[in-house]
C-alpha cells in the first residue's frame, strides 16, 4: 500500500517562510513527477508546483520567484519551500505523486497540511 506522508504546514506570518516535506512509501518501483496542489475554501484545487523525475519544474504564476520545488529521488520525497508569503497563499497543500507500483502507473495524494498566512 503506498502512502504520501506531507509535513511542516503551519501558521506564519505575511513575509514568513515555511518548508513542506511529502514522503511517498510502500511498494514504490519509480515515481515519474510528484508536485504540489492547494486548495483554499470555496475554491477548486489548483497546481501550485510540479517537478519531474529528471528535476524539470512547473510553477503557477501566482508562485513564482517565492516557492522552490525540489526532491530527493533515493528518499522518494519531494520539498516545498515557501518564502515571502501572502495571505493569499492560505490553503490546505496536497502533495501527489504519479507512480509506478507493483500493480500499475497510479497517481495518489497525500492527506493534506494547513498553512495559514496571517497579515
Known amino acids: 500500500q503506498v502512502q504520501l506522508v506531507e509535513s511542516g504546514g503551519g501558521s506564519v506570518q505575511a513575509g514568513g517562510s515555511l518548508r513542506l516535506s511529502c514522503a511517498a512509501s510502500g511498494i514504490i518501483v519509480s515515481i515519474n513527477a510528484m508536485g504540489w496542489y492547494r486548495q483554499a475554501p470555496g475554491n477548486e484545487r489548483e497546481l501550485v508546483a510540479a517537478i519531474t523525475g529528471g528535476g524539470t519544474t512547473n510553477y503557477a504564476d501566482s508562485v513564482k520567484g517565492r516557492f522552490t520545488i525540489s526532491r530527493v529521488n533515493a528518499k522518494n520525497t519531494v520539498y516545498l519551500q515557501m518564502n515571502s508569503l501572502k495571505p493569499e497563499d492560505t490553503a490546505v497543500y496536497y502533495c501527489?505523486?504519479?507512480?509506478?507500483?507493483?500493480?500499475?502507473?497510479?497517481?495518489?495524494w497525500g492527506q493534506g497540511t494547513q498553512v495559514t498566512v496571517s497579515s
Open positions: 501527489n505523486a504519479d507512480l509506478v507500483t507493483h500493480r500499475a502507473r497510479e497517481h495518489y
